[in-house]
């Protein structure tokens, strides 16, 4: 008798399956393609359950499908640029690029450990030259493209990590990295040109059907598209316009002041022979150093000031105060709004702080507003006091007035989005330098592709104030022109990482391809992925900048799909004690101790079965147990029938013991299928094979032999994908020489699953006494009759008279006496 042994099974397997190349990616023509990917890690050390949680439901998919006979792409590599390893390495007084790289073959091996079917052949690692010179290959296809441009302009600062952020990567006025406070600085930058595609991106969400609610949700948000109108106001006593932009044209007539942004570019020229310049200087260096969340949030004060200007109202032609307040944004719609504190409850608190006159133009269809108003009346309405156009319903006004002033040439209707060009120059050392020169004659030059990758310098200073660690380099930083060969000097800063990430998953399936970042034909064979499983933490960043990574690549002809992943699983997270993992709970569970206590198949069935993939998971020590346990039921089941698996018996379904195995067998087959490759539902899968299991134990030692092997070798062929070391195990002791991996998915018949024998429980004074099998159509009369001869019944039933006896069909019957 052999005893389940995982710490020689795993081992063992893991090296044949690497010996026999097992998981290396196939193309045969006559298959379908499935690419399967789970979002590649930052190498920040080792692996944490998060990790093993999302590589167990990919290995499952991958493995599955491998099984179904598709061509299978399943790869792994490592987001290696970033801050954590620039942060290591002036800690310990070293380099990045070691931490960077002993750090990746430490969680290669734990991946290796953990079974994972990776072909690592096509392993990524965008730290690398071979990797990063492509990334500055496509920065250039961007900035040929018109997509990357350098600008000034306010950029979200982070003082901890000293560097810019993107708007994407400022959560709550916080580093979404160290949660610091984020403030604003004037640099010039590089940015991409997101915006171009702001439709793009909000429209082909509506394609994504595989994606969840949720994640398109926030996309949608944080494009924010917003139909207006622009409308012109005139200037008294200056040259020039102020635009506004409003989605509400229709309180035209209710305008009793307009606000400026403080950073507005009309403010200098209005104000520039005011009296009051100094004070309203000064008031906007006050407000300047606040926030945006600040600025925006409802209950911070809204605080303004009067320029002493005043605007012409396009319609009346009265004069309108200009205010300059906090809470207008420089950077969305026109930096300019008209107040209309009737009917917005933030101009209504302005309005009224600083005794501005408040009138209502829309009036309640039922009744009328009590004056004065004790808070903004935003309901629809009909037009009141607002000229030819009084008495329109208020949804109505909104596009005559618009159609009027466009009429007119005063407005015109205008689309805004929230959604910002994407900041990505970084003042940091570990990441992809910028391949653009600045000549003195020549300007901004763009490095030619075949002097690329323009290669990270290794002696730099990091921490000196004020500058990007490459300009510490002076053999760096001084260069040719590429055009005139003259004096020239490098673009100093490095690409946001988010960069590196936006393409990773096209390079895979030709990753060794030296002259292109891609192969075409092969990226277009593969993509878009099919499944892509990580977490919800990059719905907006990451998952938003793929897509319009590959939009870009789709209008320069490089790839036939305008989307990357077809359909997307959030996984939830792992938590202890009803809280995230972390070092700072104290709650941390380490893999590598699972692993070496259990082996890997117990924690990957565990993860598996304690929550549907996108559910948050809680960690369960009997749990873990117990997958420990059943995993030895099974091996225990395969070991105690060495015999009959060298017989290899012949199989028969006769008997009624043999019908309902098969059936139950064929039921597991069906339920397991599908809930691996319709609902990934794994939890549920698991428990059907459970119950296989069950089924096995208790099926008759006088019964079918050939019924009873077939439904053990379907217990291991669908336990494979969960859990691959012991299963490969088991088909070998059942007599087979290939791998279980590369055996074909076990297809349910669905004439075995109609029932025509049912079990009922038998109970006597509601007590469980025994069960029978009748055949499908059986009368009442004949079912209780049979539950009646049962011994146990009769015993039970100790010739006492029968009171009552009812008949649950298909379940129970019940005997009272
Ligand atoms: C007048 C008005 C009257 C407005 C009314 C609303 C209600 P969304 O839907 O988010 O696009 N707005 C415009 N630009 C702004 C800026 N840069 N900073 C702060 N607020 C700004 O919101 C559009 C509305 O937000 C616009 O319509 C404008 O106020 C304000 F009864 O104009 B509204
Ligand atoms: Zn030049």
Known sequence: ERKYAPGEIEKKWQEQWETNGIYKTKEATDNPYFYCLEM?????????????????????????????????????????????????????????????????????????????????????????????????????????????????????????????????????????????????????????????????????????????????????????????????????????????????????????????????????????????????????????????????????????????????????????????????????????VMGVPAHDQRDFEFATKYNLPI??????????????????????????????????PNLEAIDVISANLEQEGKGERKTSYRLRDWLISRQRYWGCPIPIVYCDNCGTQPVPEDQLPVLLPEQVEFEVAGKSPLATNENFVHTTCPSCGGHAIRETDTMDTFIDSSWYYMRYPSAKKNDGPFDTDVVNRWLPV????????????????????????????????????????????????????????????????????????????????AAPPDRDLEWNDQAVEGAYRFLGRVFRLVDTHSALFANRPAINVTGSDEKRLWQQTHYAIKKVTEDISERYQFNTAISAVMELVNAVYAYPETADKGVKLNAIQTVI??????????????????????????????????????????????????????????????????IKELAMKSDKVSEAMAGKPIKKCIVVPGKLVNIVV
């Open 40 to 336: 590649f890690p930052y190498p920040s050390g080792r692996l944490h359950m998060g990790h093993v949680r999302v590589y167990s439901i990919g290995d499952v998919v991958a493995r599955f499908k491998r099984m179904q006979g598709f061509n299978v792409l399943h790869p792994m590599g490592w987001d290696a640029f970033g801050m954590p390893a620039e942060n290591a390495a002036i800690k310990n007084k070293s380099h990045p690029a070691p931490w960077t790289y002993d750090n990746i073959d430490f969680m290669r091996k734990q991946q290796k450990e953990l079974g994972v079917s990776y072909d690592w052949d096509l392993e990524v690692t965008t730290c690398r030259p071979d990797y990063y010179k492509w990334t500055q290959w496509l920065f250039l296809l961007f900035y040929k493209r018109g997509l990357a441009y350098k600008k000034k302009g306010a950029v979200n600062w982070c003082p901890e990590c000293a560097t810019v952020l993107a708007n994407e990567q400022v959560e709550e006025g916080c580093c979404w990295r160290c949660g610091t406070e984020v403030v604003k600085k004037d640099l010039e930058q590089w940015y991409l040109r997101i915006t171009d595609y702001a439709e793009r991106l909000l429209t082909d969400l509506d394609k994504l059907s595989g994606w969840p609610e949720r994640v398109k949700t926030m996309q949608r948000n944080w494009i924010g598209k917003s139909n207006g109108t622009e409308i012109i106001f005139g200037i008294d006593k200056h040259d020039g316009l102020i635009t506004v932009f409003t989605t509400r044209p229709d309180t035209l007539y209710g305008v009793t002041y307009l606000v400026l942004a403080p950073e507005h570019p009309v403010i200098e020229r209005i104000t520039r022979k005011s009296k009051k310049k100094a004070e309203i200087q000064a008031f906007i260096e006050e407000v300047r150093k606040k926030s945006e969340i600040e600025r925006t949030s409802v209950d911070s004060e809204k605080i303004g000031m009067f320029t002493g200007e005043y605007a012409i109202h396009p319609k009346t032609g009265d004069p309108v105060p200009i205010w300059i307040a906090n809470y207008v944004l420089p950077d969305y719609g026109t930096g300019a």
């Open 530 to 609: 099919d499944k892509y499983i990580g977490g919800i933490e990059h719905a907006v960043l990451h998952l938003l900048y793929s897509r319009f990574f590959t939009k870009v690549l789709f209008d320069a002809g490089l790839v036939n799909f305008e989307e990357p992943f077809e359909s997307l699983l959030t996984q939830g997270m792992v938590i202890k004690e009803g809280a995230k993992m972390s070092k700072s709970k104290g709650n941390v569970v380490s893999p590598e101790d699972i692993v070496n206590k259990y082996g890997a198949d117990t924690a990957r069935l565990f993860i598996l079965f």
């Open 359 to 392: 009138r209502v133009v829309i009036q309640p269809e039922a009744g009328e507003l009590q004056l004065p108003l004790t808070q903004a009346y935003t309901e629809d309405g009909r037009l009141v006091d607002s000229d030819k156009f009084t008495g329109l």
């Open 717 to 782: 062929l669908l336990l494979s994908p969960i859990v691959p070391h012991i299963t490969e195990e088991l088909w070998r002791m059942v007599g087979h020489t290939d791998s279980v991996h590369q055996q074909d998915w076990p297809v349910f018949d669905p004439a075995a699953l109609v029932q025509d024998e049912i079990e009922y429980a038998v109970q006597v004074n509601g007590k469980l006494r025994d069960r029978i099998v009748v055949s499908k159509d059986t009368a009442e009369d004949e």
